[in-house]
């Protein structure tokens, strides 16, 4: 079954705008990770969020999370057509430390047009 | 440096049938993970490997099993194939140390379909 359930499910941007992507999820977690796929094939690993951690950047790319609410948010800022694909987040439950068991989300399809 | 390595990339398999997947961790990693991704979902977790060893299991039928081999090269099998085993098979790689387990690099996939 599904961890997560992700926010919106499909997304139509122009190129330059930003994209917010929310996840939610049920339990408590070690780490939430978001991951993109172009077309159906493999996954890229983006960025990782403790649970300890609120909020993270990389490039272009802030994610924050709320372990309260059991959510978590991808921005992504000034967007290109690149970065038309699908968006997952993933928790991982594991205690005392990560065990790569991720439970993913439904994903958000991102469509950025040029 | 290659990354996680998947052999084949599509597979076309008749239902009843038998099927073996392969896949190469990324350089120095020695833990496999498998997950299944069905069309317009997310991946699910099937089973993962370390010392050629199942390590944790998703929930998933025993028709699905796997190896690991002493260079941490992993397959998963599946055999008496059903017409919803169809879908897009996603190995990921990592290190485990000290119990805990690094960062997980995923392949490209191999896209099973079953007719």
């Known amino acids: 079954s599904q961890q997560g359930e992700e926010d919106p499910q499909a997304l139509s941007i122009q190129e330059g705008e930003n994209a917010t992507m929310n996840c939610s999820y049920k339990?408590?977690?070690?780490?939430l990770q978001w991951y993109r796929q172009n077309s159906g094939r493999g996954l890229v690993h983006l960025i990782l969020i403790r649970s300890n951690e609120r909020e993270k950047h990389s490039g272009r790319l802030r994610v924050t999370l709320d372990t309260s609410k059991k959510s978590s948010s991808l921005l992504i800022t000034a967007s290109r057509a690149a970065d038309t694909a699908s968006y997952f987040c993933?928790?991982?439950?594991?205690?005392?430390?990560?065990?790569?068991?991720?439970?993913f989300g439904t994903g958000t399809l991102l469509a950025v047009q040029p | 440096d290659a990354g996680v390595t998947q052999s084949p990339t599509h597979l076309i398999k008749t239902r009843g049938q038998q099927v073996t997947l392969r896949c190469s961790p990324k350089?120095?990693?020695?833990?496999v993970s498998w997950y299944q991704q069905a069309l317009g979902q997310g991946p699910q977790f099937i089973f993962q490997y370390y010392e050629e060893e199942e390590r944790q299991r998703g929930n998933f039928p025993d028709r699905f099993s796997g190896h690991q081999f002493p260079n941490y090269s992993s397959e998963l099998n599946v055999n008496a194939l059903l017409l919803g085993d169809s879908a897009l098979y996603l190995c990921a790689s990592s290190l485990t140390l000290q119990g805990a387990l690094t960062e997980a690099f995923f392949g490209q996939g191999t896209r099973l379909t079953v007719v």
């Open positions: 350089s120095g990693h020695d833990t």
């Open positions: 339990t408590s977690i070690n780490n």
């Open positions: 993933a928790t991982d439950e594991g205690y005392g430390g990560a065990t790569n068991k991720l439970i």
